[in-house]
């Protein structure tokens, strides 16, 4: 499986973004995929997973509200539409993948993700 990301970039604090992750190697059904974020000094944390199989996707609590997962199952590509952008947000945002059905706080486990892409920045100026 091979993960790319798009669509990182600078944007001013309250604007949008919105990332995109396609997907070779597997079709996008077949996996659960989470998207992470690495913020610099910081560790990689989860932000929000679609768990494959299922019909809604999970989100951690610092983005719940601000943050939405979709997905194109024709274009086996993943997106994460980030609003309402802080400061905060300013990270390194990496799309993965795994054949795992994952559960609760596991979903943002970046250990239990075999599947990585390189990342694209996403910088919020305050």
């Known amino acids: 499986v091979q993960l790319v990301e798009f669509g990182g970039g600078l944007v001013q604090t309250g604007g949008s973004v919105r990332l995109s992750c396609e997907v070779s190697g597997g079709p996008l059904d077949s996996l659960t995929m989470g998207w992470f974020r690495q913020a610099p000094g910081k560790e990689r944390e989860g932000v929000a997973y679609?768990?494959?199989?299922?019909?809604?996707?999970f989100y951690n609590y610092f983005v719940e509200g601000r943050f939405t997962i979709s997905r194109d199952a024709a274009k086996n590509t993943l997106y994460l539409q980030m609003d309402n952008l802080k400061p905060e947000d300013t990270a390194i945002y990496y799309c993965a993948a795994t054949r795992y059905l994952l559960y609760g706080s596991g979903g943002y486990d970046r250990e239990k993700y075999g599947y990585w892409g390189r990342g694209t920045q996403v910088t919020v100026s305050s």
């Open positions: 679609w768990r494959k199989v299922a019909s809604n996707p």
